[in-house]
């Protein structure tokens, strides 16, 4: 067949697929964008998780891993984690890790072509990873994270501070966060061997913020054992639920719109209002947890500014310093109204 003729099918081929591709981004586009409801209260739905998954702890193959192209990153990922952590915190870890396989995603067609920005994706229901594009082994401590926080129940999938059903996408929770959380640990735990680009800055300052308020050792147990109602838990005692679970999807909201050269001006005062709901809740959390604590108040309020001006440091977050210390002051009105009402 002709030289000409070849490259006239190919890029007929090219063509076609393209199109495809953008039709099928286009129309799942017209069903998630919405904008004017998406973070309302009454379109957040409550996952309530089942227990932790138990399963004995088993000891790592590293036979069957040595076979794997990706031999020494995943092999250095096991002895990082397995140093750090208890087996109880590794229960996921151990359940996945002997079963998990990896894919050099070379072949498809969305690499080849360049179609696709993903780095690389975790699959639960088949406990694998497939890799694309550059830097592949920094990409790949990130999805290592997924695989030893996610167990499967039935349809139901857990992973990190992330549900979602296999039958229902409309259920799906908590990707925000767990995005965020999981590339912290990446850097935190990974940082010195691999230098790492991350698509979800923001995401990661509201998490280490929210682990601030939480304690690093604690949510770390959290996130490695799938237990975002024991994260639930926590926050609950500093925050109403409901200003808790729109917290969750306003950072899932963040994470699937977050992208100002494809929005128009309406809706990005949306996304800068869900922002800086985001930036308000972590400053109330903050003050009625420390609030709780038995120390001085001197230390308390040393505490309290510490928190709301680091807040302040990031523009990101579109709260100054000013406005933090305005929400502080409406708490402590709260608080007087509420302890007179009981005191009467």
Same mark, same amino acid.
């Given at each position: 067949?002709?030289?000409?003729?070849?490259?006239?099918?190919?890029?007929?081929?090219?063509?076609?697929?393209?199109?495809?591709?953008?039709?099928?981004?286009?129309?799942?586009?017209? =069903? $998630?964008?919405?904008?004017? *409801? /998406?973070?309302? +209260?009454?379109?957040?739905?409550?996952?309530? #998780?089942?227990?932790? !998954?138990?399963?004995?702890?088993?000891?790592?193959?590293?036979?069957?891993?040595?076979?794997?192209?990706?031999?020494?990153?995943?092999?250095?990922?096991?002895?990082?984690?397995?140093?750090?952590?208890?087996?109880?915190?590794?229960?996921?870890?151990?359940?996945? =890790? $002997?079963?998990?396989?990896? *894919? /050099?995603?070379? +072949?498809?067609?969305?690499?080849?072509?360049? #179609?696709?920005?993903? !780095?690389?994706?975790?699959?639960?229901?088949?406990?694998?990873?497939?890799?694309?594009?550059?830097?592949?082994?920094?990409?790949?401590?990130?999805?290592?994270?997924?695989?030893?926080?996610?167990?499967?129940?039935?349809?139901?999938?857990?992973?990190?501070?992330?549900?979602?059903?296999?039958?229902?996408?409309?259920?799906?929770?908590?990707?925000?966060?767990?995005?965020?959380?999981?590339?912290? !640990?990446?850097?935190?735990?990974?940082?010195?061997?691999?230098?790492?680009?991350?698509?979800?800055?923001?995401?990661?300052?509201?998490?280490?913020?929210?682990?601030?308020?939480?304690?690093?050792?604690?949510?770390?147990?959290?996130?490695?054992?799938?237990?975002?109602?024991?994260?639930?838990?926590?926050?609950?005692?500093?925050?109403?639920?409901?200003?808790?679970?729109?917290?969750?999807?306003? !950072?899932?909201?963040?994470?699937?719109?977050?992208?100002?050269?494809?929005?128009?001006?309406?809706?990005?005062?949306?996304?800068?209002?869900?922002?800086?709901?985001?930036?308000?809740?972590?400053?109330?959390?903050?003050?009625?947890?420390?609030?709780?604590?038995?120390?001085?108040?001197?230390?308390?309020?040393?505490?309290?500014?510490?928190?709301?001006?680091?807040?302040?440091?990031?523009?990101?977050?579109?709260?100054?310093?000013?406005?933090?210390?305005?929400?502080?002051?409406?708490?402590?009105?709260?608080?007087?109204?509420?302890?007179?009402?009981?005191?009467?």
């Amino acid at each position: 067949m002709p030289l000409g003729i070849v490259s006239s099918l190919l890029h007929l081929f090219v063509s076609i697929y393209t199109f495809y591709v953008v039709f099928k981004v286009s129309d799942k586009i017209k =069903i $998630n964008y919405k904008f004017d *409801k /998406d973070f309302f +209260d009454k379109n957040v739905v409550m996952i309530h #998780l089942p227990k932790e !998954l138990l399963v004995e702890s088993k000891s790592i193959d590293f036979d069957r891993i040595n076979e794997n192209k990706f031999k020494d990153t995943i092999t250095y990922f096991c002895v990082v984690l397995t140093n750090h952590f208890d087996r109880d915190t590794l229960n996921c870890f151990y359940q996945n =890790i $002997n079963s998990l396989i990896v *894919k /050099d995603n070379i +072949d498809s067609l969305d690499d080849l072509f360049n #179609l696709t920005d993903t !780095l690389g994706i975790y699959y639960n229901q088949d406990n694998s990873i497939k890799l694309y594009k550059k830097n592949k082994r920094a990409t790949l401590y990130h999805e290592l994270f997924h695989m030893a926080s996610s167990y499967v129940d039935n349809n139901n999938m857990f992973s990190g501070f992330s549900y979602s059903n296999k039958n229902d996408d409309s259920k799906d929770f908590g990707d925000g966060l767990n995005e965020g959380y999981t590339d912290l !640990l990446t850097k935190r735990y990974f940082g010195n061997v691999e230098v790492f680009e991350s698509d979800y800055d923001f995401e990661i300052l509201i998490a280490s913020f929210l682990e601030e308020i939480v304690g690093k050792d604690l949510m770390e147990k959290l996130y490695l054992t799938a237990d975002f109602q024991g994260l639930m838990g926590i926050l609950k005692t500093y925050a109403y639920e409901d200003e808790i679970r729109i917290f969750i999807k306003d !950072l899932d909201f963040v994470l699937k719109y977050n992208d100002e050269d494809k929005l128009n001006k309406k809706n990005i005062k949306i996304l800068n209002e869900v922002i800086k709901n985001i930036s308000e809740f972590l400053v109330r959390t903050n003050y009625r947890k420390v609030s709780m604590m038995d120390i001085s108040d001197d230390v308390k309020k040393r505490l309290i500014n510490s928190f709301n001006r680091k807040i302040d440091k990031h523009p990101g977050l579109l709260l100054s310093l000013d406005s933090a210390n305005k929400i502080i002051e409406k708490e402590i009105e709260r608080n007087k109204l509420i302890n007179g009402y009981y005191s009467r």
